[in-house]
T-cell receptor
């Protein structure tokens, strides 16, 4: 199994540009999570999907952030327009099912730098 | 403040020694998990412990849970240089999403 796949691994962009991060969860997993990690705020849950449906997006910072999961094998996190404070490592994770009884498998992350 | 907070923030030990990290949380939980993160990598699941369990083992790892004190501990025995990483506890708030603590940075010196 290839594990959770994220792309790109690194992204450097200028303020105001649109950024799209991509995630392929582990096949057969029904839940997908997007996290953001910074030194100041630690690891924050942005949004999670269950069976491709967004269940909780209360962690999405503001309207500049949007996430989609058009099918069970693909999800995107988009930031438009990007700002320097969005610089962080963004992780995607998947688990067998929703709830908290299952371990989450994390991807390698996308390091985003907004200048 | 955090739902779960690890203590200490940083820990430095010699190879072969045991390392103990603690996690305290505020609200009732159904499950608690521990994860490891090596520098520049994603998190890796270590152990899940349910609220009705008191102790679990996995290899050199031992996790305890005291729901009356709202705390958990992770013990790594006979540490190795490869155990150098950050360790996070994740607690579920009312059975909903997991909230991760700020982590403990463990350095195991050869």
């Amino acid at each position: 199994d290839a594990g959770v796949i994220q792309s790109p691994r690194h992204e450097v962009t200028e303020m105001g540009q649109e950024v799209t991060l991509r995630c392929k969860p582990i096949s057969g997993h029904n839940s997908l999570f997007w996290y953001r990690q910074t030194m100041m705020r630690g690891l924050e849950l942005l949004i999670y999907f269950n069976n491709n449906v967004p269940i909780d997006d209360s962690g999405m910072p503001e309207d500049r952030f949007s996430a989609k999961m058009p099918n069970a094998s693909f999800s995107t996190l988009k930031i438009q327009p990007s700002e320097p404070r969005d610089s962080a490592v963004y992780f995607c994770a998947s688990s067998l099912a929703g709830g908290t009884s299952y371990e989450q498998y994390f991807g390698p992350g996308t390091r985003l730098t907004v200048t | 403040s955090q739902q779960g907070e690890e203590d200490p923030q940083a820990l430095s030990i010699q190879e072969g020694e045991n390392a103990t990290m603690n996690c305290s949380y505020k609200t009732s939980i159904n499950n608690l998990q521990w994860y490891r993160q090596n520098s520049g990598r994603g998190l890796v699941h270590l152990i899940l412990i349910r609220s009705n369990e008191r102790e679990k083992h996995s290899g050199r790892l031992r996790v305890t849970l005291d729901t009356s004190k709202k705390s958990s501990s992770l013990l790594i025995t006979a540490s190795r240089a490869a155990d150098t990483a950050s360790y996070f506890c994740a607690t579920d708030v009312y059975g909903q999403n997991f909230v991760f603590g700020p982590g403990t940075r463990l350095s195991v010196l050869p």
